[in-house]
């Protein structure tokens, strides 16, 4: 059981460009989230769904986009990326509210440098 | 908008203390509360999950305990080891809203030999 999965674990943008951190979960669970963690800030929420096709805006959701076409994968784009998005990105998936207490599970993150 | 606040910010300690790291919440109709370590450069991974209707969890050395009517979890680490230096995150769901966790900037803790 992978658990979530994301990809790359590495990755160095210039300022400008765009690209689409990947996100996928095998565990069946109907709520997905993307957190950006800042030195000092803790995890801040990027993005979430609550079930496919169905997503809505967290604390920190400029400069980000997100679909969830399938229940799996939910991947987040960077659609110009700017210095200011240097981070480590986590994405985060638990199951809806009467199966297995909501427990949130996390991939390993995605650290992001753009320069 | 739920605040989650984590006391204190960082911590140092002697092998085989016992710890109380704390976490406050500012909305109190939280549907559960999750405690989480996080290693340097790694990912987060989950300790203890409290559902709303529950005061305590134990697993190993680790208690959580929750009171919603003060707003406040405590986790308490018994006889603490060096390998228990890392971050400790608290993350609160709410009843409503997005369904998804709200997170306190974490306690940083070191424990030396």
């Known amino acids: 059981n992978a658990g979530v999965t994301q990809t790359p674990k590495f990755q160095v943008l210039k300022t400008g460009q765009s690209m689409t951190l990947q996100c996928a979960q095998d565990?069946?669970?109907?709520?997905m989230s993307w957190y950006r963690q800042d030195p000092g800030m803790g995890l801040r929420l990027i993005h979430y769904?609550?079930?496919?096709?169905?997503?809505d805006q967290g604390e920190v959701p400029n400069g980000y986009n997100v679909s969830r076409s399938t229940t799996e994968d939910f991947p987040l784009r960077l659609l110009s990326a700017a210095p200011s998005q240097t981070s480590v990105y986590f994405c985060?998936?638990?199951?809806?509210?009467?199966?297995?207490?909501?427990?949130?599970?996390f991939g390993q993150g995605t650290r992001l440098t753009v320069v | 908008k739920q605040e989650v606040t984590q006391i204190p910010a960082a911590l140092s300690v002697p092998e085989g203390e016992n710890l109380v790291l704390n976490c406050s919440f500012t909305?109190?109709?939280?549907?559960?509360l999750q405690w989480f370590r996080q290693d340097p450069g790694k990912g987060l991974t989950s300790l203890l999950l409290?559902?709303?209707?529950?005061r305590e969890q134990t697993s190993g050395r680790l208690n959580a305990s929750l009171d919603k009517s003060s707003g406040r979890s405590t986790l308490y680490i018994a006889a603490s080891q060096p390998g228990d230096s890392a971050t400790y995150l608290c993350?609160?769901?709410?009843?409503?809203?997005?369904?998804?966790?709200?997170f306190g900037r974490g306690t940083s803790l070191i424990v030396h030999p």
């Open positions: 769904s609550v079930g496919a096709g169905i997503t």
């Open positions: 985060a998936s638990s199951p809806r509210r009467d199966r297995q207490g909501s427990e949130a599970f």
């Open positions: 409290i559902q709303s209707s529950q």
């Open positions: 993350a609160v769901t709410l009843t409503g809203g997005s369904y998804i966790p709200t």
């Open positions: 909305d109190s109709a939280i549907y559960n």
């Open positions: 565990m069946n669970h109907e709520y």
